[in-house]
């Protein structure tokens, strides 16, 4: 077990396209989320998993967004059609079924050009 | 609405004394507090808690205060180390099954040698 895994590292993207975030949480974890950071702020809340289930969004979260988690086990984040804003750091996070405390991936950082 | 608040964007400190970080909530609701710590290009790393029931949690060489009334905690680092030099953010859950955070903008911290 290495951990939460996140894939990319890096995505630069043109305005427009279209990406999408892989993460790989601890095996045993029920729970996975999402964050968003963008320079100089605290991490955002975007949406929630509790095994396959997606039970939360923020209102951040666009149409454009998307996440999925099938099977329970990998989550997908994608973005249509990005836009500059979107340009931020991307957290997934994982835990078993306790409060709090959880283990966070090293995030894939998205540039919009 | 920044509901947690985190004043301070940096401290400097020497080696040895102690570091003392803050953070203030407006949201009555949140029952749960964390630190997290963030190495540049890591994600965050889980550091240390305490529930709304208590005005103290203690590890090692972190401690957490919490005051209810003036909806403030601070984490005491002590003593300090080089590698402690980070970015410390707080963070705050209301409760409910989804363990969801609000996180303030962080704090950097450098510890001097």
């Known amino acids: 077990d290495t951990g939460v895994s996140q894939n990319p590292r890096h995505k630069i993207t043109k305005r427009g396209q279209n990406v999408t975030f892989r993460c790989d949480p601890i095996?045993?974890?029920?729970?996975l989320y999402w964050y968003r950071q963008t320079l100089g702020q605290g991490p955002e809340f975007l949406t929630y998993f509790q095994n396959e289930a997606q039970l939360e969004k923020s209102r951040l979260l666009s149409d454009r967004f998307s996440a999925e988690r099938p099977k329970g086990s990998f989550s997908t984040l994608e973005i249509q059609r990005t836009e500059q804003g979107d340009s931020a750091m991307y957290l997934c996070?994982?835990?078993?079924?306790?409060?709090?405390?959880?283990?966070f991936g090293s995030g894939t950082r998205l540039t919009v050009v | 609405d920044q509901q947690v608040k985190q004043n301070s964007p940096s401290l400097s400190v020497q080696e040895g004394r102690i570091s003392i970080l803050n953070c203030d909530y407006t949201n009555s609701m949140f029952d749960y507090f964390l630190w997290y710590k963030k190495y540049p290009a890591e994600g965050p790393t889980f550091l240390i808690s305490i529930s709304s029931i208590k005005d103290k949690n203690e590890d090692g060489r972190f401690t957490v205060f919490l005051n209810k009334s003036a909806k403030h905690l601070s984490l005491h680092i002590v003593p300090s180390q080089p590698g402690d030099s980070a970015v410390y953010f707080c963070a705050a859950s209301s409760g409910g099954s989804n363990y969801k955070l609000t996180f303030g903008k962080g704090t950097l911290l450098t510890v001097n040698p």
């Open positions: 095996s045993e974890h029920n729970r």
């Open positions: 996070a994982s835990s078993q079924d306790r409060p709090y405390g959880y283990t």
